[in-house]
């Protein structure tokens, strides 16, 4: 049998954690997130999926590997989302020369569904500024990958 003792790390040591960039962003990102998932809410779509459809409308057809690098995730976890939208038939793979590229498009039916989600993307859009401040952020940051 194990006895732990429980332990407390000096307060002190962590005080400067309180300002970490990195968790204060996180915290910041993930109140926004929800923020735009409840407008999503009646759409048919998630943000991220959103953000996907929204992408590829402004692009045109991209690799997966494009696409990672312009949403800025991993391509195991795009690669899941992009699953799930194309089974609902808003995206499909286009014919490539090479056959180890795989490009993705929007179908009608994608377009469709963009355009109806627009309207609530939107709302969330000019509802947002409150969230930010909360977190000392402008009410439009404009981060961008280089």
């Not at 949403?71 to 992009?82: A, V």
Request: positive net charge; hydrophobic residues 40%; aromatic residues 6%.
């Amino acid at each position: 049998m194990r006895v732990y003792t429980p332990m407390r790390a000096s307060a002190k040591s962590f005080k400067a954690c309180r300002t970490c960039a990195c968790s204060s962003l996180r915290r910041a990102s993930r109140a926004v997130t929800q923020h735009y998932e409840r407008h999503f809410r009646g759409s048919g779509l998630r943000a991220t999926q959103f953000t996907i459809l929204a992408t590829l409308a402004q692009t045109g057809p991209l690799s997966i590997s494009e696409l990672s690098a312009q949403l800025g995730l991993d391509r195991t976890t795009l690669s899941r989302n992009l699953r799930l939208i194309e089974d609902e038939g808003w995206i499909a793979p286009l014919g490539h020369d090479d056959q180890r590229v795989r490009k993705m498009t929007l179908t009608h039916k994608g377009i469709k569904k963009a355009s109806a989600a627009l309207v609530f993307w939107k709302r969330a859009d000019r509802s947002v500024a409150p969230i930010l401040r909360r977190f000392g952020l402008q009410s439009r940051p404009m981060v961008r990958a280089k």
